[in-house]
């Protein structure tokens, strides 16, 4: 988890609201994932990104939108939260799209 | 389209023997292959990944892999399980021509005392 950092941790919300998760990372790696977690389904890729404002959609877009304005930083927003939308979403860094990939802490999103 | 496979959701070792995880692939060009490992409320750690080379790939915490292109597989395997390996194992692969890693639906690992 060295290097990537996300905010908050855990977080409970109702239906309907807005929710941003923010990565932060100190490696200067060029790309970054959300991804979220779900019992048998493994890691879900939601967006991507391969530099500053350079975003792109992954297997799970719907209902999700991302912006990276500096290197380090990518948000990660739920713009009317969702119960399907209950997991846990995992950031990830990699300095090449081939490169391995390196994962943050993670963050528990409940959706009322 | 690339896609993993990991055929048991569960895998039940004794402390000291040997442990295999099985991991079957697809892809349409060359496979880059990686494994991670997830303790409870963690993130994904690295463990080891193939991209060329010797098809015997050695990684953390003793554990290795072997890469069979014939059968497109990525077994992980170690040699004497220990309790604190007990964690969700993920495989999971891109090829040369993707866009993105496609992960597998994970392994959990029970290593008995």
């Known amino acids: 988890d060295a290097g990537i950092t996300q905010s908050p941790r855990h977080k409970v919300t109702e239906t309907g609201t807005p929710v941003t998760l923010r990565c932060h990372q100190t490696e200067n790696h060029r790309y970054m994932y959300w991804y979220r977690q779900d019992p048998g389904h493994g890691l879900r890729l939601i967006h991507y990104s391969y530099g500053v404002k350079d975003t792109d959609k992954g297997e799970v877009s719907d209902g999700y939108s991302v912006s990276r304005s500096k290197t380090e930083d990518f948000l990660l927003t739920l713009e009317s939260a969702t119960s399907s939308q209950t997991s846990v979403y995992f950031c990830?860094?990699?300095?090449?799209?081939?490169?391995?990939?390196?994962f943050g802490p993670g963050t528990r999103l409940t959706v009322l | 389209a690339q896609s993993v496979a990991q055929p048991e959701d569960q895998v039940n070792v004794a402390e000291g023997n040997p442990l295999t995880v099985k991991c079957t692939y697809s892809v349409s060009g060359n496979p880059y292959l990686f494994w991670y490992v997830q303790y409870p409320n963690r993130g994904l750690q690295f463990l080891l990944k193939y991209i060329t080379g010797d098809n015997l790939v050695k990684g953390s915490y003793g554990f290795e892999a072997e890469f069979n292109k014939s059968q497109t597989s990525f077994h992980l395997k170690k040699p004497s399980a220990l309790v604190s390996d007990s964690a969700l194992y993920f495989c999971?692969?891109?090829?040369?021509?993707?866009?993105?890693?496609?992960f597998g639906p994970g392994t959990r690992l029970s290593v008995l005392p």
């Open positions: 999971a692969v891109r090829d040369t021509g993707g866009q993105n890693f496609v």
């Open positions: 990830a860094i990699s300095r090449t799209n081939t490169d391995t990939q390196y």
